[in-house]
């Protein structure tokens, strides 16, 4: 598929990220990508996050392809039984971090933490770092092999945000590109 083919839906994590992240880029340079807005970037509310992710899913008559980055990576994890009529043909989600260091962070709703375990009911793929502070490389491993997500291979990337140097992220728009070709 080609991105002009359908809308891109981005999911920002904690935070919801600067004007330099990767992402914000890409929804600036993606014709048909959107950002998902939550009312709360700071504290994250379970049920906003995965009810928004849902509400625009539902605004659009094209095949959707969802990009997730850290806890909107998961949040997008989380909406997934609720989007098997909305369209989604595949979800590119990075760095998505563990229940280990969600359950450490005050400030997101407990719930995230119940990571869920169950396959994806569209393609994915799921870009992990062998040092992202959030995930070690074979949590990220076994969180895609229950979400039958194929994994990627970001090397020594940290979380793949801008404090990693990951400001236009490259690497990460070709491998979005050859990802969309596989749909």
Known sequence: MKTSDLDIL????L????S???YTRWEQKLSTARRIEQSDWHEPNFDNWVARITEHASSTDRPIVLVGHSLGALSIVHAAPLLADKGIRAAFLVAPPSQRVLLTMPEVDPRFAHVPT???PFPSVLVASRDDPYATYEESEAMALDWGSAISDAGNAGHINDESGHGPWPEGLMRFAG???TL
């Open 179 to 181: 990802f969309l070709k």
């Open 10 to 13: 981005i999911a920002p994590g």
């Open 20 to 22: 330099s992240h990767w």
């Open 118 to 120: 169950a396959p994806l």
């Open 15 to 18: 935070g919801g990220g600067s």
